[in-house]
């Protein structure tokens, strides 16, 4: 897009972290913002701060839900006529190893991570590309967890790495178009991502909590990040140190290289002891004859 001014853009997940500082962003650019998030308080707390009067429309709303996207577009384009911009960021989290992820847990993961996204571009695509300034743009935020495969992530990691499958299909489908679209692998962000994950082993979860609020980049790193690559139009972005590390180590090597990262991550994210327990647990509870 050649501008943000007076465009508007509809950001799932605005309530908290990287959609908050993206609708922020965005305001501060002259954007008119259709803010959706599931949790009400914080919404209004937002649409509060930044004041933005009719130029502004909060949704409460819960993504992994087809009817829900479908009222939502309904809803966002009788606020603001068109819509020009769709981040797609709410994002959840579970903190457990594959063997204990619940059929629920899979399906809340897959739901709002990967459905959710899919779902707010298959409502939304057909009216974006109607517009009438003739340019849009579609941020996926995907993760680095959507390049590299990594233990206690794997719901994670499958909803992620579909997120990056599905918009590099869709860059593709959508050449020749005005929109394009972007996928974004931030890296760590101090956000409260793993607060709100779910997890069984306390443990495992205070230090993936500690390690997201020390040894990352702040969200505002990502919302800039998204805005400069919907203006430059660009398909595809890392943000932190690690991602870029991550992202050459599985190019260069593509069969170790997720090996060799996985084990330089578990050391900073002190995720070793739980995901060994878990190990333990799988292999105790196999059929004897698997063990032989
Ligand atoms: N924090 C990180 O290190 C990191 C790294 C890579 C990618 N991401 C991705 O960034 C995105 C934003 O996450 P964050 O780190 O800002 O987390 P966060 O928990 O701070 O914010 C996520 C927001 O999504 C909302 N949400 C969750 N489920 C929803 C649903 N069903 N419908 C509507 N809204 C819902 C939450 O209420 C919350 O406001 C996610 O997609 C996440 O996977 C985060």
Known sequence: MKTLADRTALVTGAASGIGR??????AARGCRLALVDRSAEPLAALAAELQLGPRLSTHVADVSSRAAWEALTEEVLSAHGEVHLLVNNAGVTVAKSFFDHTAEDLE?????????????CHTLLPHMLKNSVGEGHIVNISSIFGVVGVPSQTSYCASKFGVRGFTEALQEELRGTPISATVVHPGGIST???HNARAD???????????FERKTLPPEAVADAIIDAVLADKPRVLVTREAYALDALKRLFPVWGNAVGVRALLKTMRMGPALDAARARVLASAPARARE
């Open 21 to 26: 500082a993206t609708a922020r962003a965005l």
């Open 108 to 120: 809340w993961v897959i739901g709002v991570n990967l459905m959710g996204v899919i779902y707010g």
């Open 192 to 194: 409260r991502i793993m």
């Open 201 to 211: 082993d306390a443990e495992l979860q205070r230090n993936l909590e500690r390690f």
